[in-house]
């Protein structure tokens, strides 16, 4: 019986990988910026939510959702962006590869648009800053935020999200529907020593509450 590995046909040079996806236009090649504009600070103050990938100095991957009011995102100059921690899981996956590798990249998305603000550049922990003050939520002001020095900046096209139809509400019915809830899933794989009923309180109106506790 053959593996799945012996059924792939890899690509393994640029070459070959350009035989099937060819050079981009010049208009989707050229639009990378090295600084905000207008529009992106228009951007980042309407979104409620990001995605920061991260890498440590071996190149093992974390991406983590990050969100909050509209605007959480900073804009601190035209050259470089904050990101408020919040509590959570306390993993720090992404803040612990930044320690050793500052390349990241974030992806900055609005409910209900497709397009979305993609942010490359490097970055560090900061544990307080004058601007701290101005990202208190519900009267917690963030522990550290990662502040983030622009390399590229550049708005992507709707495709993903036009393919995936993630917008549209007529289709989150069925397509969740086979999927257990979040309770469920805890109780599936993360805490199976713990009841059901306990885990539905949990991830109820409980965590609802934590948000910024």
């Known amino acids: 019986m053959s ?25 989707a090649r050229d639009k990378e910026r090295s600084a905000l504009v207008e529009v992106d600070r228009a951007w980042l103050e309407a979104s409620p939510f990001c995605l920061i990938a991260t890498s440590d100095a071996e190149g093992n991957c974390d991406v983590s959702p990050k969100g909050d009011p509209p605007g959480f995102v900073k804009a601190l100059d035209e050259h470089t962006v904050a990101v408020p921690e919040r509590p959570g899981n306390r993993r720090v996956d992404g803040f612990r590869n930044v320690l050793s590798n500052p390349h990241v990249g974030l992806l900055s998305i609005i409910p209900g648009r497709g397009d979305t603000l993609r942010i490359n550049g490097r970055a560090r922990l900061v544990r307080d800053a004058p601007f701290f003050d ?13 502040v983030v020095e622009i390399d590229t900046v550049f708005h992507h096209c709707a495709k993903a999200f036009l393919r995936s139809h993630l917008w549209s509400p007529q289709t989150w019915d069925e397509v969740g529907a086979g999927v257990p809830s979040r309770p469920r899933i805890a109780k599936m794989v993360d805490r199976p020593e713990e009841s059901l009923e306990e885990l539905e309180r949990y991830y109820g109106r409980e965590y609802s509450a934590r948000l910024y506790g």
């Open 3 to 27: 593996t799945p590995e012996q059924r792939f046909t890899e690509i393994t040079s640029l070459e070959e990988l350009r035989e099937l996806v060819p050079d981009p236009l010049p208009v």
């Open 134 to 146: 101005d990202m208190v939520v519900k009267g917690h002001r963030p522990v550290l935020a990662l």
